[in-house]
Structures are given as C-alpha cells and as structure tokens.
C-alpha cells in the first residue's frame, strides 16, 4: 500500500528541513541495521526501491562490516536479514580500520558521533538505537511501518526543531564589528583584482569627410571644323 497524496507532502517538507536546517544532500545516505532489514522481510518491502521513493531523490543505502557481523551472530532467524544487507554498499568504520569490530548499535552511535557529520538518515529497527538518536538534532530516522506494508520516515523532534530554530536565528543576527570589518576587507580585496573596464571613446565625425566638394568646370564645347568645298 503505497503512501497518500498528504503524507508524502509531510515527508517531502521535512527532508527538505533536513537539508535546509542540517546540510543533508542528495544522494541521501541511509544507514540500516539487522532489525530493519529482517521487519522489511516480514513486512515485504522491497527497500531497494521503496527507500528512494520515500526521501524522493537518490539514495545510497549503506551497512557497515560491523553490522554484518552483528546480524550474522544473530543465528539462523537473520539469515535472510543477512542476505538482504549483504545486497548494499559496505562502508568503511573506524572500527573496520582497527580491526576490532563492534555490535551493529555501538558502530552506528559511533558514526552518528553528536551531531551526524556523515548526514546519514538511519533505517533502523533497534528501538534502544532508536530512543538515544532521537536524542541528537538532525538525526533522521526511517521506519518499516508496521500497520502498511511500507516505510515511514518520523517527524522531526523536539530537539531537531529547536536546532533548526537556534540555526535560523543564527543567520538572522546582525554580524559583529569583527566580522563585518573583514567581510568589507575582503570585498576590497575582490574589487582591487577586478580590472576596471575601458570605455571606448566615441569618435566624432571625420573633418574631412565634412568638407564641401569642389564643383567641377564643365568641360569646353567641342571645336567646330569647317569642310573645303
């Protein structure tokens, strides 16, 4: 069941927030776990497609080699979870470049770090996951909707709006005596490089061409010759 009219209008405004507020670009990062994949199986969601048609631009569904890891421990239940993870792009972690993996919610906490510099939205299924991103401004969280057979992306929280609000107010704010004497320096600066342009100089009318031309004589009559008889 695909998602209404209204409600993609609702996801649409609040990726857009996302992207305004906190950087987000396309193509989107999106980040899963274990748990997400195995609700999608359950749920029959084909998340190679119905991902991009939620955030409604390019995608770039990515899993780290410790979530792999961590759903491969999981046993026999998340064989397919592991399968269908296996199909997207693996990312480097730092935990990879140490060779000391860890679980799947740790190396996602990890990346996400205080404030999501990866802007990564995150498909996960980990409700504990879940409460501490919910936590962190700009951390977008996408959902297996468990009532449809699709995916939902949450409303922004309390505290991404606040950030969002803060980052607004920010940019409204009249710039400080230091500031604003650097930017007139450095507009000095581009303007000293820009070479002034020449203006051509009109030519007036050539003297000569204004000259009266001289009227010529015209020329004698011919003589006339007389014929001997």
């Known amino acids: 069941m695909g998602i ?63 979530i792999l890891q961590d759903i491969k421990s999981k046993g026999h239940d998340y064989t397919s979870a592991l399968v269908l993870a296996k ?12 060779k000391k993996l860890v679980s799947a919610s740790e190396c996602i906490k990890d990346l996400v770090s205080t404030n999501n510099p990866e802007h990564f939205f995150l498909a996960i299924g980990d ?19 468990t009532r449809k057979k699709g995916v939902g992306l949450e409303e922004m929280t309390a505290r991404s709006k606040q950030a ?8 409204m704010k009249p710039l400080d005596k230091e500031t604003a004497r650097l930017k007139r320096k450095l507009e000095e600066e581009e303007n000293k490089d820009k070479k002034p342009i020449k203006k051509k100089k009109v030519k007036g009318v050539n003297p000569l061409a204004m000259k009266k031309k001289k009227k010529k004589n015209p020329p004698p009559p011919p003589k006339k010759t007389t014929t001997k008889k």
């Open 164 to 171: 969002l609000k803060e980052r607004e107010e920010e940019k």
């Open 4 to 66: 209404s009219a209204k409600k993609q209008k609702i996801i649409r405004k609040t990726v857009h927030s996302y992207c305004v507020g906190f950087g987000f670009r396309p193509p989107y990062q999106v980040l899963l776990d274990g748990e997400f994949c195995r609700a999608a199986l359950e749920k029959q969601v084909y998340v190679k497609d119905a991902i991009p048609d939620l955030l409604g631009g390019l995608t770039r569904i990515v899993v780290t080699e410790c």
């Open 127 to 145: 409700n504990q996951l879940k409460n501490a991103m919910r936590k962190i401004p700009g951390v977008p969280i996408v959902i297996v909707n």
């Open 87 to 98: 199909k997207f792009e693996t990312r480097k972690c730092p935990h990879q470049k140490e």
